[in-house]
């Protein structure tokens, strides 16, 4: 919610800790990656191994292997599908599946595609309800609540003119925030919000309604964001690291870019829990926090570019062109 | 300009000629790809070869060509660099040069790696105030006009009042529109038109300001719409056919994503603009009339699926969910 402070740009600037930026920037206006190098070690998350999946891939041609981390939404909207999916891990369901479909500019699916490998029992069918989480008013009260906590210079009616004029609308939605390191979609009219499909979004594969899919069939978003599917189809998680092993992989020549030739799938060695495996095989993530001011000042350099190379800032910033900053770091 | 008629949905579904929807679909709500595919022939453009650049990359390391084609904007803003293009191309000045730079989710770039290449004579120093159009008011009276002379009902305050409400408005830009077969964003408040960085867009690469780049370095968009490059790059056209030669290419690992192993880089083998070609090699394409009707019914359609899969449409689209049907067409 709060990266509604992201926006509150300049008061946020003005009383934020010094940022230290490249010699190679006007110190007053480091740029987007600068803002995110000097940020503390405070203002990172850290994502626990129970919610990243790891993915390995047949090796490439020339031997290299191919790993590929999702990093799982850890609270609601979407939590069925998520149980489902670890259910999947744990069974090693995936373990000689493949990459089935590659669409330029739409998704990279994986999964059965014999579609007839049997599912491991006690999985949930989820109901399409959940492809939203119901908002509460009192959670919209409890934002402004902590952000002029944070920034006393915002109370009274000024924070509810940042909030009307500043939360990101779009085609698709009232207002775009980050909340809890995820991009979200709110209507605060139905009392709706939902997870957004950015580029790396990762999604649960269905046919015709009622079916919500299992989460046996999975894709990941590698072109424009299709929010078309936002509220259509559940979204789980996102690519972490590797996202490149997906997005640069021959796109199919089938219909809806599925590979004619079986031949061209990519086999999938594995899909694990991280926390299934051996502690020193885990690998481990950290994400900005959404809610800190290093966020704010990243999320405010992103829609107002100042460094050198910009010439016009666009003064705003569609919510997928501020991906949460996420890095691996080593240790527990 | 009149992609507003996209956008009047209702109104304009209800005086279009019947469309032919495939059978597996409910009639009444053909899919956009039907939409198009029902599209009489005189809702289609033809692209001038004059307008087609055509770049040959080496052949893949099974041998099959990469044909690469590019359709250049055909009217201002960008005409400074778009001449300078077309003179790059006649001199074959490209040939021998290389695909040089492939960031994951942001660009392809190609040009001369050695940056030592002497350019041809007689290119024109673009200023930075061709990244954008200036815009007249009477445009939007005459596409009112137009919109009016099609729809007689929206006569009146109603055209108003939809124009104000339907142009799709960003955290870019006032409002954003299809003029003339391409998304363009418009702010009538500062009277400027300029074009989308939408994927598969073709831009201008450049050093910091004040250079603007002569346009023998290019890039085209591989990920997310990177809008805040509009109006800090010149955008001078998009690719329309071969796109998935540029966009599953190996990922550069150095920074920015340039190929730090020139043995990576990817050879053009010749770029030329399709009129210079024998007659029999010029390909022929044309584009969906953006001021018709079958394009309104195909953008309204994008913006409010209402196709089987569907069952939240979204009410609205990004400009770049709406990408401007292009296909090729055999003799002239």
């Known amino acids: 919610m709060i990266r509604l402070l992201s926006i509150v740009s300049f008061a946020a600037l003005a009383i934020a800790a010094p940022v230290t930026a490249q010699e190679t920037e006007k110190p007053e206006f480091p740029s987007p990656n600068a803002i995110v190098d000097a940020a503390p070690a405070s203002a990172w998350v850290k994502i626990a191994p129970s919610d990243l999946l790891v993915m390995d891939l047949a090796p490439d041609a020339e031997g290299n292997p191919r790993r590929v981390v999702i990093q799982l939404m850890p609270a609601p909207p979407s939590y ?94 009232p207002s775009n925030v980050h909340m809890g390191g995820w991009p979200t979609a709110l209507d605060p009219n139905v009392g709706e919000r939902w997870p957004i499909h950015c580029y790396g979004a990762v999604g649960v594969g269905r046919n015709l309604s009622p079916d919500t899919g299992s989460g046996a069939e999975l894709y990941t978003v590698i072109g424009h964001a299709p929010r078309h599917l936002d509220r259509n189809i559940a979204v789980v998680g996102r690519i972490i690291e590797g996202m490149e092993y997906l997005s640069s992989l021959p796109r199919g020549k089938g219909q809806l870019g599925f590979y004619e030739d079986a031949s061209k799938r990519i086999p999938i060695n594995s899909i694990r829990l991280a926390s299934t495996l051996p502690e020193s095989d885990q690998p481990r993530f950290e994400y900005l926090n959404t809610e800190g001011e290093s966020f704010a000042q990243y999320a405010d350099a992103r829609a107002n570019r100042r460094d050198p190379f910009f010439i016009k800032p666009a003064g705003g910033a569609d919510i997928c062109n501020i991906p949460v900053p996420v890095r691996r770091v080593s240790g527990k």
Not at 87 to 103: E, F, P, Y
Not at 116 to 127: C, I, R, S
């Open 80 to 173: 069925g599908w998520i149980g489902n999916i670890r259910k999947l891990a744990t069974a090693h369901w995936w373990d000689g599946t493949s990459i089935n479909r590659v669409q330029d500019n739409y998704v990279v699916q994986w999964g059965d595609a014999s579609e007839e490998k049997a599912l491991p029992e006690g999985l949930e069918t989820v109901p399409e309800s959940e492809y939203v989480q119901r908002f509460r008013a009192t959670d919209m009260e409890e934002a402004k609540r902590q952000i002029v906590a944070q920034i006393p210079e915002l109370a009274g009616s000024l924070i509810d003119d940042m909030m009307r004029k500043q939360m990101g609308a779009d085609s698709y939605a």
